[in-house]
């Protein structure tokens, strides 16, 4: 385990959305910093599982600025396609990340697979992976996920990326209609966290 005390922290992602969830689920106690504050872009995610791109994003990130950093890979398995969209999920909105687009390509594959998919329960899930790194050495990472199935048709303005589509396990509004407060408290990147506080 880590011996130093962490009282400064990178987030490293330009994602905005994930940025506020993971800014608000660490200890008050530590001075956050953005990769926005160094204009740094992304590194490329070559990897097979959100785990290995999680860890290439830490150490790339933490390599940059000298910060320990913490980064999130995540995305949404769906069954019926394999499990697509999985560690392509920010791709499958395009160059700029655009999840609308992404939604409705889901749809698409979906109705490819199966025109009566709409009359069945399409089990899905959100994965995310968090790592801490400093420089070139991992300190931790885990992986939270969350069960669930797929909407019908997109519900709510709340969260962002494939909230408005996904509806946890046992419940009946998408992650989309769910108040902020109500959804970080069980999603799947509050389950990662839970594993990974212990290294704050």
Not at 102 to 129: G, P, Q, S, T
Not at 169 to 186: A, L, N, V, W
Request: glycine residues 8%.
């Amino acid at each position: 385990m880590f011996k130093q005390k962490i009282n400064k922290l990178l987030i490293g992602t330009n994602n905005k959305g994930k940025l506020r969830e993971i800014k608000n689920l660490l200890p008050k106690n530590i001075k956050i910093y953005s990769t926005k504050t160094f204009k740094l872009n992304s590194p490329i995610e070559n990897g097979k599982t959100f785990k290995e791109n999680s860890l290439i994003k830490s150490k790339y990130f933490s390599k940059k600025t000298g910060l320990i950093c913490l980064a999130d890979d995540s995305g949404l398995e769906i069954d019926l396609l394999n499990k697509n969209p999985g560690i392509h999920s920010a791709r499958w909105g395009g160059r700029h990340g655009n999840f609308n687009k992404a939604i409705k390509r889901v749809y698409r594959e979906l109705n490819k697979k199966d025109k009566y998919w709409k009359n069945k329960k399409i089990k899905a899930r959100f994965i995310c992976a968090l790592s801490i790194s400093y420089f070139n050495k991992k300190i931790a990472c885990v992986l939270g996920k969350i069960e669930g199935q797929i909407s019908t048709e997109p519900k709510g303005k709340n969260g962002f990326g494939y909230d408005p589509i996904f509806i946890p396990y046992k419940g009946t509004k998408t992650f989309g209609e769910m108040e902020p407060s109500k959804k970080c408290k069980i999603d799947h990147r509050f389950r990662a966290f839970k594993k990974i506080k212990k290294f704050l």
